[in-house]
Nanobody, 123 residues
């Protein structure tokens, strides 16, 4: 049974920052690539960023580049997403999951999602 717990979301003004966290089991986290996804109201879920478990390689979608930073603490089995210069269009529920490369981008591994964490950015 895979358990993923997201936290750190909240309400911020445009230009503000948030740091999201994703706690996973040691077995899940240790050997897997991890990533963040988000789903805004009325839109499909989309990929945000990925972190490769072996080494420090990271990948971002265009909207995240230069503003978001994904990182992982293997000792704590925790994935992070530092979000700076937030914009109203970043408003969404953010989820973490094990990820795999797919069609030039990334897809999730597990169908069972956590509750996610709500990020709301006001104008």
């Amino acid at each position: 049974q895979v358990q993923l717990v997201e936290s750190g979301g909240g309400l911020v003004q445009a230009g503000g920052s948030l740091r999201l966290s994703c706690a996973a089991s040691a077995r899940t986290f240790r050997i897997n690539d991890m990533g963040w996804f988000r789903q805004a109201p009325g839109k499909e879920r989309e990929f945000v960023a990925a972190s490769i478990w072996r080494g420090a390689s990271t990948y971002y979608t265009d909207f995240a580049k230069g503003r978001f930073t994904i990182s992982r603490d293997n000792a704590k089995n925790t994935l992070y997403l530092q979000m700076n210069s937030l914009k109203p269009e970043d408003t969404a529920v953010y989820y973490c999951n094990v990820v795999r490369a797919y069609g030039g981008s990334w897809t999730y591994e597990y169908d069972s999602w956590g509750q996610g964490t709500q990020v709301t950015v006001s104008s």
